[in-house]
């Protein structure tokens, strides 16, 4: 089993139109010359019943770095179309520089206008799908 993930850098909002432009713009994630964060899992390991750790490549404009995802299995249901569909939730915190995000204002009063620590949530519905085989 893999996990990998795929999404549009320019599909950031935080609900503020300036500061989604200025995250979209080569200060942050330069989404005209890196148009896609993505994940690749290189390993799941079973940590209880209902909690795992996705450990894979997290990339974020040039950068790779190894990182490990702890997943928390939220619940499963069939749908009434016969589905089988289960909930999970990951929450990850990085250091936004070790992905080249170095942008940073100084204040009059002292101190910087950004944090370097990001955190990462994602609530994620699969469907399982059918195994095929070929004959």
Same mark, same amino acid.
């Given at each position: ?38 994940? $690749?899992?290189?390993? !799941?390991? $079973? ?11 997290? $990339?974020?404009?040039? *950068?790779? $770095?190894?990182? *490990?995802?702890?997943?928390? !299995? ?11 569909? !289960? ?6 915190? !990085? ?39 070929? *004959?």
């Amino acid at each position: 089993m893999s996990i990998a993930a795929e999404i549009e850098a320019a599909s950031v909002d935080t609900r503020d139109d300036q500061r989604d432009g200025h995250l979209r713009s080569a200060d942050f994630f330069d989404v005209d010359n890196y148009p896609r964060l993505t994940f $690749k899992s290189t390993s !799941i390991s $079973k940590v209880s019943d209902t909690t795992f750790d996705v450990t894979g490549d997290l $990339k974020i404009r040039s *950068t790779t $770095k190894s990182v *490990t995802f702890p997943v928390e !299995i939220e619940g499963q249901a069939t749908d009434p179309q016969g589905g089988r569909r !289960i909930g999970y939730s990951a929450r990850l915190r !990085i250091d936004r520089r070790d992905f080249g995000l170095t942008f940073n204002l100084a204040l009059e009063t002292g101190g910087v206008l950004i944090g370097n620590e990001v955190d990462i949530e994602l609530d994620i519905e699969a469907v399982a799908s059918e195994a095929t085989s070929s *004959t």
